[in-house]
C-alpha cells in the first residue's frame, strides 16, 4: 500500500510502499484525540508513528517499537522530540 509520511531524517514529504501486519505493526484501539498515537510501525531501520487523526505518520530513524517497549506513551514522547 502506498502511503505519504512525512520523512523526519529529510525534513519533507515522501510517499512510500509499506504493508502493515501483526510482525511489524503495533494499534492502539483505545484513541480518543487525534493526537492519540494509533499505530507505530517498523519500517527500514526506523520507527513510523500514526496518530489517530488526519495528520501524515512520521518517520523517525534510528528506532524500533522495541527499542520504546511497544509503548504508546514513549511513542508520543519520541514524536514530540522531532516536532
Known amino acids: 500500500m502506498e502511503i505519504c509520511i512525512y520523512n523526519s531524517l529529510k525534513s519533507r514529504l515522501e510517499t512510500i510502499d509499506i504493508e502493515f501486519t501483526e510482525k511489524n505493526t503495533t494499534w492502539f484501539e483505545d484513541c480518543e ?3 492519540d498515537i494509533y499505530m507505530i510501525t517498523d519500517f527500514n531501520g526506523g520507527i513510523l508513528i500514526k496518530e489517530f487523526g488526519y495528520s ?3 518517520l523517525i530513524g534510528g528506532n524500533s517499537r522495541a527499542d ?3 509503548d ?12
Open 72 to 83: 504508546k506513551q514513549r511513542a508520543k514522547e519520541l514524536k514530540c522530540m522531532i516536532c
Open 33 to 35: 484525540n487525534n493526537d
Open 56 to 58: 501524515y505518520p512520521i
Open 68 to 70: 520504546i517497549a511497544y
